[in-house]
T-cell receptor, first 116, second 118 residues
Framework: AQKITQTQPGMFVQEKEAVTLDCTYDTSDPSYGLFWYKQPSSGEMIFLIYQGSYDQQNATEGRYSLNFQKARKSANLVISASQLGDSAMYFCAMRVHHQAGTALIFGKGTTLSVSS | GAVVSQHPSWVICKSGTSVKIECRSLDFQATTMFWYRQFPKQSLMLMATSNEGSKATYEQGVEKDKFLINHASLTLSTLTVTSAHPEDSSFYIC??????????????FGNGTRLTVT
């Protein structure tokens, strides 16, 4: 079964510190894509970073980086130098083959709280 | 960048009435749109995949007669919650795939609709 697991319901970090949000996945597809989205309290989904299953290097986008460990089936998001505006819910997602083509399935999310 | 507009952003309706939510791709033609449902502080659950000009594909456990999806044009998909009940109160969010997107392209999401049924 294809599944995304986020085991941290909430994480707390101080400004300027780094934080790692955990994500593990399960799929039998040899080709898959992993995404991280940020959802502020307003509700919109903001795309942060992508990692492909065949990518040799870990993805990075500004303060966001992805610690991809394929053998462990984990794709943890690392946010460096946290800012107050980083407080939000963070979702790990996987693109999977689906009855109607491909679709994104999401983990349960992690609520990140950044304090000053 | 690609923009997906969702309307309304919030709606309150009485039990037994129907509510229509619109999802528009503003600057691209989306052959495929997705509808998700999210309860407070919980994950996004895929409800259905909407393909332009054909019937929507619903996920297991989603009542197709209750959640009517229409994708009549390449820029518009609608979700109608029929005979709404308080348990249908939720955050509904749509997303669209750009036709030129590759496997590693993210989906573009609308800003969501918060439905409250009284």
């Amino acid at each position: 079964a294809q599944k995304i697991t986020q085991t941290q319901p909430g994480m707390f970090v101080q400004e300027k510190e780094a934080v790692t949000l955990d994500c593990t996945y399960d799929t039998s597809d040899p080709s898959y894509g992993l995404f991280w989205y940020k959802q502020p309290s307003s509700g919109e989904m903001i795309f942060l970073i992508y990692q492909g299953s065949y990518d040799q290097q870990n993805a990075t986008e500004g303060r966001y980086s992805l610690n991809f460990q394929k053998a462990r089936k984990s794709a943890n998001l690392v946010i460096s130098a946290s800012q107050l505006g980083d407080s939000a819910m963070y979702f790990c997602a996987m693109r999977v083959h689906h009855q109607a083509g491909t679709a994104l399935i999401f983990g349960k999310g992690t609520t990140l709280s950044v304090s000053s | 960048g690609a923009v997906v507009s969702q309307h309304p952003s919030w709606v309150i309706c009485k039990s037994g009435t129907s509510v229509k939510i619109e999802c528009r791709s503003l600057d691209f033609q989306a052959t495929t749109m997705f509808w998700y449902r999210q309860f407070p502080k919980q994950s996004l659950m895929l409800m259905a995949t909407s393909n332009e000009g054909s019937k929507a594909t619903y996920e297991q456990g989603v009542e197709k007669d209750k959640f009517l999806i229409n994708h009549a044009s390449l820029t518009l998909s609608t979700l109608t919650v029929t005979s709404a009940h308080p348990e249908d109160s939720s955050f509904y969010i749509c997303s669209a795939r750009h036709p030129e997107s590759s496997y590693n392209s993210p989906l573009h999401f609308g800003n969501g609709t918060r439905l409250t049924v009284t």
